[in-house]
């Protein structure tokens, strides 16, 4: 997972995030740690975790749980959702969505900006820009949020 997450960050990132911040040779094994931690500690029991494989390899990971911000109209926040480059368009990252935020939710996440592609992708799931923006590890991000679907 902490190999998929790293590709995923140096495949969308470069050119938004700091070259020494990708090219840390110790990135690998700090995202190790945070999936470790994020899959065994007590603390995130309510995330859920979905992996997309290809040809027996993992492709891509995502990751929910509940919102980091109290205050917040959303149930769900989406912390992670990276699919290899080689398997955008594939459905991966739509089927790790759906595994990971279910339709009867509201939910929220950040995407960088720019990231043009990301951004599609989630206005294509339902997804709008709310005004709100942040700069995390140095790159700007803006929140997407989702209402619940309707019920039919």
């Not at 990751?63 to 368009?89: C, F, I, K, N």
Request: glycine share 8%.
């Amino acid at each position: 997972m902490a190999r998929v997450n790293v590709r995923s960050w140096r495949e969308t990132y470069r050119g938004l995030m700091a070259d020494d911040v990708l090219d840390d040779p110790g990135l690998e094994a700090t995202r190790e740690r945070f999936w470790t931690s994020a899959l065994t500690d007590p603390r995130f029991r309510e995330n859920r975790v979905a992996v997309a494989e290809r040809d027996g390899e993992l492709v891509g990971v995502a990751m929910s749980g509940p919102p980091l911000d109290d205050e917040t109209p959303w149930t769900r926040q989406l912390y992670v959702l990276y699919v290899h480059a080689a398997d955008h368009g594939t459905g991966a990252g739509s089927a790790l969505l759906d595994a990971v935020v279910d339709p009867d939710e509201p939910v929220a996440l950040w995407v960088a900006d720019p990231n043009p592609r990301a951004q599609a992708f989630y206005r294509k799931h339902g997804f709008v820009a709310d005004g709100a923006s942040q700069v995390d590890d140095g790159v700007r991000e803006i929140r997407m949020v989702r209402s619940a679907k309707p019920k039919h």
